[in-house]
């Protein structure tokens, strides 16, 4: 499971547009792991927001 302090940065290294839907990925890096999230985003009522959010990676980091 993913815990949110575990990570310390967060950096977007890919985003599409498909439609009327923008996804966006993102990677969570900390100390001892990493993870790609996949976020598709949709307007709802003139405000976007995340439809989605899939986790499409996960590794742990080695330690020195």
């Given at each position: 499971a993913?815990?949110t302090?575990e990570?310390?940065?967060?950096?977007?290294v890919?985003?599409?547009?498909?439609?009327?839907?923008?996804?966006?990925k993102?990677?969570?890096?900390?100390?001892?792991?990493?993870?790609?999230?996949?976020?598709r985003?949709?307007?709802?009522?003139g405000q976007?927001?995340?439809?989605?959010?899939e986790?499409?990676r996960t590794?742990q980091?080695?330690v020195a």
């Amino acid at each position: 499971a993913l815990s949110t302090d575990e990570f310390v940065r967060h950096r977007i290294v890919g985003f599409a547009t498909l439609g009327g839907h923008r996804v966006v990925k993102l990677r969570l890096e900390g100390s001892a792991a990493a993870a790609v999230l996949q976020l598709r985003w949709g307007n709802c009522d003139g405000q976007w927001q995340v439809l989605e959010a899939e986790v499409v990676r996960t590794a742990q980091v080695p330690v020195a």
